[in-house]
């Protein structure tokens, strides 16, 4: 049986990026893992989660907290770097 860690290293997902996806989302981390392990699959996917994490440092920027934007950015980075468009 695989483990959602199993799932997260197969796709190449950190647990930042997993955990900011559940949260943007509202919805348990188990729940997130195999959703954002699908979307990855695809560019679709792919941008959807980039406009997720995006969106995740503008909230973060309106309502003040700074260091919250930066590190988001810096997670964001990382999963462009994994995850970049074929097209």
């Known amino acids: 049986m695989l483990t959602i860690q199993d799932c997260l290293d197969y796709c190449d997902l950190t647990d930042d990026e ?15 893992s195999p959703i954002i392990c699908s979307l990855v699959q695809t560019d679709e996917g792919v941008q959807l989660v980039c406009a997720c994490l995006t969106d995740i440092v503008q ?6 907290e700074l260091d919250q934007a930066e590190h988001v950015l810096h997670v964001y980075a990382e999963f462009r770097s994994a995850h970049p468009l074929t097209h």
């Open 18 to 32: 997993v955990d900011l996806f559940a949260a943007h989302e509202h919805i348990p981390r188990e729940i997130a």
């Open 59 to 64: 909230n973060a920027v309106s309502s003040g």
